[in-house]
């Protein structure tokens, strides 16, 4: 189900009209005193981005100083048009140098108009890559004086751009060094339990590329995901060799993405744009391999002491390592001295945030780290409930190191002229929700 605004407004934070556009006329001129009456002069502002007042949904965005709002006056897709605010924002930003404000769209009212007419068409989204809307709407805009230099490029013809079938890479593109860097960089979300058992787990995934590769290249990734080693097992008429296989969840790719090759083949093929994009993202349920474990023992001695001791361990490879590992250990309130210890790395009270902030600068796999505290609370009277614990947290980068345990098979590259290329794979997990009940 498409938008199908019937208009979009920009407003500042007094609720004056920056600019307007309206696509259709089944909405009156009134819709902007509506939002701001029924809206805007309520405390309710904020608490939901989609309010419906009368026959109309308004569906708005803050974004700095300045409220994108969309009108509909019939059922339309709700993500689809935040995706659009979010996409339109992105594109007046490559134009502006970076900025998006009140001032910024003052100093832009006639670009922003062109682009409205060029990314909107009788209240359906288009095209709003800034790749290609830059070739033929050249205006350069106002841009902040902290914003870097635009890149001068040649400008191809804007048509086939558009039109034609591979809209979002450039022609005649020419490197001295072909080159595709692919990174893997998963989160993983996990709650665990105070004696080690996992009791919510999953890892979020992207796979990000950057692409400097001349003429039209065809490129197919192989990933040890289950569905595309069968498939490819079905078409050899081979069994699989024995390894480990990834059940992927939630995949979304990519435009370039062929998606029908995708449905007959398994395969990710795809003509890549130029620079940096991201190609998939995924979600992981099962099989997930944690990168720390973490146990807590804290004991309240009366009502004035504390001990909390608290042990990591790394369970991934002894050849890797974790960069920047953080632990959050809580602490009462009313904490009115610490004296802590620690086997690797430093620890200290951090009074504004209630907690032991225990940092490693780097943490070896295969090793183990404790800290032992001795916590003294201020002792008072009209205090008598329990304290309630809040989970530990963690924050860390492990990198060569997947918890999905998702690998690259092969990177294929083809192009008719037949250049060689080079290929970089990198692996990197961090932390996501990394939380421990204590």
């Known amino acids: 189900m498409p938008v199908s605004a019937s208009a979009i407004y920009f407003l500042n934070l007094r609720g004056d009209v920056l600019i307007n556009r309206l696509y259709r006329d089944d909405v009156g001129g009134n819709m902007v ?59 007046f930003k490559s134009y502006f140098g970076g900025a998006f404000d009140e001032d910024a769209i003052r100093n832009n009212f006639v670009l922003i108009y062109e682009l409205l007419d060029e990314i909107m068409d009788f209240g ?19 841009r902040s004086p ?29 490197y001295k060094k072909n080159e595709v860097f692919l990174d893997i960089v998963e989160s993983v979300n996990i709650l665990m339990s105070s004696k080690g058992s996992v009791l919510r787990c999953d890892v979020t995934g992207k796979v990000l590329m950057k ?32 390894g480990k296989t990834i059940e992927l969840d939630d ?22 744009p130029d620079g940096e994009f991201e190609l998939m993202k995924y979600r992981i349920t ?3 391999n944690l990168p720390f474990r973490v146990l807590p023992t804290i004991k309240e001695l009366g009502r004035t002491r504390m001990e909390v001791n608290v042990k990591v361990k790394s369970v991934f490879g002894a050849k890797m390592f974790a960069l920047g590992v953080v632990i959050k250990v809580p602490v009462p ?59 530990i947290q963690m924050e860390f980068q492990v ?22 290329t080079v290929e970089w794979v990198r692996y990197i997990t961090k932390a996501g929700s990394y939380e421990i009940r204590c």
């Not at 830059?134 to 106002?142: C, F, N, P, R």
């Not at 490129?219 to 699989?240: H, Q």
Request: glycine share 6%; net charge positive; proline share 5%.
């Open 211 to 242: 692409c400097f590769l001349s003429g039209m290249p065809d490129l197919k990734l192989g990933l040890n995901d289950k569905i595309g080693l069968e498939k490819e097992a079905e078409i050899k008429s081979r069994p699989t060799k024995n």
């Open 124 to 142: 359906y989204p288009q095209n709003l890559s800034p790749e290609i809307l830059k070739l033929y709407i050249t205006q350069e805009g106002v």
């Open 286 to 288: 099962e099989g997930v």
């Open 333 to 391: 309130k009313q904490t009115a001295k610490t004296s802590v210890q620690v086997t690797s790395g430093r620890a200290k009270y951090n009074a504004s945030m209630d907690c032991l902030m225990w940092k490693i600068r780097k943490f070896p796999g295969q090793t183990e780290a404790t800290l032992s505290a001795e916590v003294e609370l201020i002792s008072t009277i009209a205090e008598k409930k329990s304290w309630t614990r809040p989970p």
């Open 146 to 174: 902290f914003s870097s230099k635009p890149t001068d490029k040649p400008v191809p013809n804007a048509t086939l751009q558009v039109t034609g079938a591979v809209g979002w890479r450039r022609e005649g593109l020419v």
């Open 33 to 91: 005193d509506a939002f701001r009456l029924h809206i805007m002069q309520t405390k309710e502002l904020g608490t939901c981005p989609v309010r419906q007042i009368g026959g109309c949904s308004f569906f708005y965005m803050r974004v700095s100083n300045v409220y994108i709002v969309i009108v509909v006056s019939s059922n339309a897709n709700v993500a689809c048009a935040f995706k659009f605010v979010v996409e339109a924002v992105n594109l």
């Open 399 to 420: 990198p060569m190191f997947t918890s999905s345990g998702l690998r690259v098979r092969f990177l294929k590259v083809w192009e008719k002229s037949g250049y060689n």
């Open 251 to 272: 995949v979304t790719f990519h435009q370039c993405v062929n998606l029908t090759r995708f449905n007959s083949e398994k395969t990710v093929s795809f003509v890549p």
